[in-house]
């Protein structure tokens, strides 16, 4: 009997265990697909398998906590809304120009902000981590870009991709001003009697 009710033992732990996993698999599936949204199911769709998409995810996340990612200074700030203003402003006479200048003044910013700008994949996939709502509108607005470089985009395609990129404009721009915010704002921790004394 000793051995059946070891037998038993073994196999319920067992059971437990894997349902432990499985759990614990779901939920980090769930973080990573509440975290990236959309961003998630394109990647999951571009691999073709959830194991192989959610390690890409993880990696992005690990590469990006490494880099020296920072906010826009006040003065970039309003100097990059100034010339997004002048961008949106110019579509009207030269859309393909406008275009232009909205790819550059993207490369400018995120280059500012510490995002490594030498290649579009490596630099969408960056931007996914903190802004993964942006990250199909940068796709769409580049896209959009090279191939108005080949004379192949029409009106509607170029103001698509300035409404695109202003998506990454604004995500940059905020993330600049709620890092104003939250230095400037007192630390909210809840003071104990010692420290209100």
């Known amino acids: 009997m000793g051995t059946v009710l070891t037998i038993v033992i073994i196999v319920v732990v067992v059971?437990?265990?894997?349902?432990?996993?499985?759990?614990?698999?779901?939920?980090?599936?769930?973080?990573?697909?509440?975290?990236?949204?959309?961003?998630?199911?394109?990647?999951?769709?571009?691999?073709?398998?959830?194991r192989s998409a959610?390690?890409?995810?993880?990696e992005r996340e690990k590469r990006v906590s490494g880099l020296d990612l920072r906010p826009l200074s006040r003065e970039s700030a309003e100097t990059y809304r100034s010339e997004w203003a002048d961008v949106q402003r110019s579509f009207v006479?030269?859309?393909?120009?406008?275009?232009?200048?909205?790819?550059q003044l993207v490369l400018r910013?995120?280059?500012?902000?510490?995002?490594?700008?030498?290649?579009?994949?490596?630099?969408v996939n960056d931007i996914s981590v903190d802004h993964p709502g942006v990250a199909t509108h940068y796709?769409?607005?580049?896209?959009?870009a090279v191939a108005q470089t080949r004379g192949e985009a029409s009106t509607e395609d170029l103001r698509q991709a300035v409404t695109?990129?202003?998506?990454?404009?604004?995500?940059?721009?905020?993330?600049?001003d709620h890092a104003r915010v939250d230095r400037s704002t007192p630390d909210s921790r809840p003071t104990n009697a010692k420290e209100q004394a």
Do not use: I, K, N
């Open 15 to 50: 059971l437990a265990a894997a349902a432990l996993l499985v759990v614990y698999q779901r939920r980090r599936s769930g973080a990573l697909q509440s975290r990236f949204g959309p961003e998630y199911e394109r990647t999951l769709e571009e691999s073709g398998d959830r």
């Open 109 to 123: 910013m995120m280059r500012e902000c510490g995002y490594p700008v030498d290649e579009f994949d490596q630099r």
């Open 164 to 176: 695109s990129y202003r998506q990454l404009v604004e995500a940059l721009l905020d993330d600049s």
């Open 54 to 58: 959610e390690r890409e995810l993880r």
């Open 139 to 144: 796709r769409d607005a580049h896209r959009v």
């Open 93 to 103: 006479d030269r859309p393909a120009g406008a275009v232009a200048d909205a790819d």
